[in-house]
Structure formats: C-alpha cells, structure tokens
C-alpha cells in the first residue's frame, strides 16, 4: 500500500528549511538597505566638505586682500571685485558659522547657507600665513552627518584642510 501524503516530520523539516532561506535572505536585504544609508550618507558629507572647499578657494584666490579687522579664528573676511553693489569699486565677503552651518555673507545681503542642513560643521579654522609677501590662508574644516537617531549607519564625519593663496599679490 502507497501513502501519498506528507509526514509530520516531513513538514516540520520543509517548514525550518524555509525559515532558514527566509531568514538569510530577509538578513541580506537588511544589510544592503543599511549599507546603502551608509553610503550615502558619507557621500553627502564628503560632497559638503569638497563643495565648501572650492567656494572657500575660489574666493580666497579671487580676493584683492584680507579684511583684518573682521577675520578671526572662526570667520574670514575678503575684500573683492566681485559682488559689486551698485557705485562700490570694491565689495566685502564673510565666511562664518551660523549655528552648525557655514555661510557666506555678501556685503548688503543676507548669508547663503554653503552646506545642507543634514551637515553640521563641528570645527572651522582660518590661519593667515604669509609666506614672503604673499598673503595666505589655512582653512581647517570638519563636517559630520546630523545623526538625530544615534544609529551607526547615519554616522559620517569629513575633514578637510588647504592653505591657499591670494593671487592678487
């Protein structure tokens, strides 16, 4: 006599074998949504650092000089041709920090925010050094990602530092 049916062993071994396949797979697409955050998120610090870094150097090799009596550790002041308001033959930037961000202020306008609201800046440095006669600055700046929920996937931190001169001179 042939039994066509499944045996309560039988069932009880296809069913652990499921949860098994199941759990592996539901572990990687896990990880792979966890990675992706990850990556993602330190793209967007690192893609702050570089951006804030090239506006900072443009302006910097663009400037006619620094404006001392304004410039501290933590701002720098340019004086440019660029940005002219009407009348003006030479204008004035800042570069400061507003709360957790860095801003650029044009004269007689209100501050641009340089990087996103998910950055923070957690450190920024400007140094004069001048080398001969040319004027030059040392900027240190380091970013990390806003992490509101303390998970290890929304940590990411950027540095950066460059000195650059003025070409004015």
């Given at each position: 006599m042939s039994r066509k049916g499944f045996t309560l062993i039988e069932i009880l071994v296809y069913i652990a074998a499921?949860?098994?396949?199941?759990?592996?797979?539901?572990?990687?697409?896990?990880?792979?949504?966890?990675?992706s955050t990850k990556a993602s998120v330190m793209r967007e610090t690192a893609d702050n650092?570089?951006?804030?870094m090239?506006?900072?150097?443009y302006e910097i090799k663009e400037a006619i000089?620094?404006?001392?009596p304004t410039t501290l550790s933590n701002q720098l002041s340019l004086e440019t041709l660029h940005y002219l308001p009407p009348g003006e033959t030479t204008t004035y930037i800042?570069?400061?920090?507003?709360?957790?961000?860095l801003c650029l202020k044009k004269e007689s306008q209100s501050p641009i925010a340089l990087t996103s609201d998910r950055v923070e800046v957690t450190n920024l440095v400007f140094k004069r050094v001048v080398t001969g006669e040319i004027p030059s600055i040392r900027i240190e700046l380091e970013l990390e990602f806003k992490n509101q929920s303390n998970r290890p996937e929304y940590q990411a931190s950027a540095?950066?530092?460059?000195?650059?001169?003025?070409r004015s001179y």
């Open positions: 499921l949860v098994i396949i199941g759990s592996a797979v539901i572990t990687f697409l896990i990880w792979a949504i966890n990675s650092a570089r951006i804030v090239g506006a900072m150097s000089s620094v404006y001392t800042d570069f400061y920090l507003c709360e957790t961000q540095s950066s530092s460059s000195t650059i001169s003025l």
